[in-house]
């Protein structure tokens, strides 16, 4: 039995998780939503002040609901990198301080190492290798992957990530922030297929496109020009826009888009199971269109539990399990990064420390 007390803090949600084995014994969210709306976005510098006030309550909540002292644990990990460096500093002293007290070895954890087990929260997986389609706020990859620390990106965007177009796109339409979730409550009950916008894609050097790339920047752009002319049109100042029909839209193009590529990949490179990770994924068009192109492949779908596809600890307690029962551990001075391709995520476990 391994018992982990994991950390997340990259962003804009605090959180603390206990895990063991593969289940979770407790866990607890800090969101800063509320505090960050009021600027359309995440502003480091309070995401950093509020994980160092919020962290330490949600550690003794984690553990005074499973009844177990940090003492107790095998392990503390925390998410390293990539992320918000003064914001991943917060899980990362706190946990390499809690390791060297209680002389516990300790795991920094990759960001989307951490999303990709997220799904483990869920069903367990089929042995690999798999394709994962990573779609958060900082991320749209496609990953295959075959075992804990051995990936292979084949597809990602260009620009934006989903979950920053959902953003953007949120922002456009005046309806605040995180964007995704708004844009989804907007489209409950509009006309997805009202305005035909576009599917970005990648121009290959040698002509033609790339076949598993993504590009959003068109879109958002797309969306602004459809709102500026509609704008223009409407007869007075004040008359609403079809603000329901506009991000059901935008909603249904990227849903298409991202479901299209990812079967793709999926078929040519022989890969029979497909999973769907990160924030976005909580998205309810994407989650239904991706069943029916899985249905219609062949594929085997494996989605995130809702509760855990934006960011949360547990996941990461999860990843922090695999690495462990592979014999690993982190320096105790081993330092955040804002950046880090996840394929050279087994620098983590390296001593020197890689950062
Ligand atoms: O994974 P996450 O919590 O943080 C990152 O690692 O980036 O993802 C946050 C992103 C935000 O851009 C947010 O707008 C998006 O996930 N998101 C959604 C939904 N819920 C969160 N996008 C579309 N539909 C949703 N229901
Ligand atoms: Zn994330």
């Given at each position: 039995m391994t018992t982990v007390l994991a950390l997340e803090t990259s962003c804009d949600e605090s959180a603390a998780a206990l895990v063991r084995d593969g289940a979770v014994l407790a866990a607890a969210v800090a969101s800063q939503v509320e505090e960050h709306a009021r600027w359309g976005g995440v502003v480091p510098e309070i995401a950093s002040r509020r994980h160092v006030e919020a962290l330490p309550q949600l550690i003794e909540r984690v553990c005074s609901e499973s009844d177990?002292?940090?003492?107790?644990?095998?392990a503390v990990a925390a998410t390293v990198a990539p992320g918000l460096v003064g914001a991943l500093l917060v899980a990362s002293v706190t946990g390499r301080t809690l390791a060297r007290l209680h002389a516990k070895p300790f795991l920094g954890i990759h960001h989307l190492e951490g999303h990709l087990a997220s799904v483990q929260l869920g069903e367990p997986l089929p042995p690999g290798p798999y394709l994962v389609l990573l779609v958060s706020g900082g991320h749209t990859e496609l990953v295959r992957v075959d075992g804990a620390g051995r990936y292979l990106r084949l597809g990602r965007s260009h620009d934006d990530a989903a979950g920053e177009a959902f953003d953007k796109a949120a922002r456009l339409l005046g309806l605040g922030y995180p964007g995704g979730p708004a844009i989804q409550a907007a489209a409950l009950g509009g006309d997805g297929n009202r305005y035909p916008l576009p599917k970005g894609r990648i121009s290959l050097p040698e002509g033609g496109f790339h076949p598993y790339d993504f590009s959003f920047s068109g879109l958002k752009t797309a969306l602004l020009r459809q709102v500026r002319a509609l704008e223009q049109q409407r007869p007075t100042a004040n008359a609403p826009l079809p603000v329901a029909d506009l991000a059901a839209s935008f909603e249904r193009v990227v849903a298409e888009v991202l479901v299209e590529r990812s079967c793709r990949c999926a078929r040519d490179h022989g890969l029979t199971t497909l999973v769907l990770v990160g924030g976005v994924a909580a998205n309810r068009r994407l989650r239904e269109q991706m069943a029916i192109g899985c249905h219609r492949d062949g594929l085997e779908l494996r989605i995130a539990p809702l509760a855990y596809c934006t960011d949360n600890a547990a996941m990461i307690g999860i990843a922090a399990c695999h690495r462990l029962s592979a014999g690993l551990n982190s320096p105790l001075d081993l330092g955040v990064a804002a950046r880090l391709p996840l394929d050279q995520s087994d620098c983590l476990y390296q001593t020197p420390a890689a950062f």
């Open positions: 177990l002292p940090v003492a107790a644990v095998d």
